[in-house]
């Protein structure tokens, strides 16, 4: 019993982790990378359908992302829906092809994007000690209906909390590589 719960705990905490490293995927920084445009949806035959789903998305080099749609009159709606979106991107069409060059982020552009990223860790920080209080209300019920011993118990809070800590340094290094990805010029 105690290892299912810990178990779900750990399922829980990985989860909460790869939702936490789709955010700061979301984040822009200096160069151009294809996950940029992966939460950017348009309008396809009256469906909201993502970008990567209508047209190819690659790097032409550094600093530019180029998207190629599949059908050529998708070339305006996949333009608006970039230029609408929150990242502050401003595509050029280029024939067939929809050019994004990445404009240099200011000094304070890019502190205001840290802010983001600490909110954005602040808040799975958050997601993981929920997680372990669930688990420990888990643990604490199993000691009351007597399925399992107190020192079974604590054992049990202890193996969450070191769960718990392991996720939240992996949390705090994630943040630190998106920050030093940040501020580099």
Do not use: C, F
């Given at each position: 019993?105690?290892?299912?719960?810990?178990?779900?705990?750990?399922?829980?905490?990985?989860?909460?982790?790869?939702?936490?490293?789709?955010?700061?995927?979301?984040?822009?920084?200096?160069?151009?990378?294809?996950?940029?445009?992966?939460?950017?949806?348009?309008?396809?035959?009256g469906a909201p359908t993502l970008i990567?789903?209508?047209?190819?998305?690659n790097l032409a080099d550094a600093r530019?992302?180029?998207?190629?749609?599949?059908?050529?009159?998708?070339?305006?709606?996949?333009?608006?829906?970039?230029?609408?979106?929150?990242?502050?991107?401003?595509?050029?069409?280029?024939?067939?092809?929809?050019?994004?060059?990445?404009?240099?982020?200011?000094?304070?552009?890019?502190?205001?994007?840290?802010?983001?990223?600490?909110?954005?860790?602040?808040?799975?920080?958050?997601?993981?000690?929920?997680?372990?209080?669930?688990?420990?209300?888990?643990?604490?019920?199993?000691?009351?209906?007597?399925?399992?011993?107190?020192?079974?118990?604590?054992?049990?809070?202890?193996?969450?909390?070191?769960?718990?800590?392991?996720?939240?340094?992996?949390?705090?290094?994630?943040?630190?590589?998106?920050?030093?990805?940040?501020?580099?010029?």
């Open positions: 019993m105690i290892a299912d719960i810990k178990k779900s705990a750990e399922q829980k905490m990985q989860k909460s982790l790869e939702a936490l490293k789709l955010d700061l995927g979301k984040v822009r920084t200096g160069r151009a990378h294809t996950g940029l445009l992966d939460h950017i949806t348009v309008d396809y035959y990567s789903q209508v047209a190819s998305v530019t992302i180029t998207v190629a749609p599949w059908e050529k009159k998708m070339l305006s709606a996949i333009e608006k829906a970039i230029r609408s979106s929150d990242l502050g991107l401003n595509p050029v069409t280029v024939g067939e092809l929809i050019r994004i060059p990445m404009p240099a982020l200011t000094e304070e552009r890019r502190r205001d994007l840290t802010k983001i990223v600490r909110h954005e860790g602040e808040n799975a920080r958050v997601a993981m000690r929920n997680i372990r209080r669930d688990a420990n209300t888990q643990l604490k019920d199993l000691l009351k209906e007597k399925k399992i011993a107190e020192d079974e118990e604590r054992r049990g809070q202890d193996e969450i909390q070191k769960l718990t800590d392991r996720h939240i340094a992996e949390i705090d290094k994630l943040l630190q590589i998106k920050e030093a990805e940040l501020m580099a010029i």
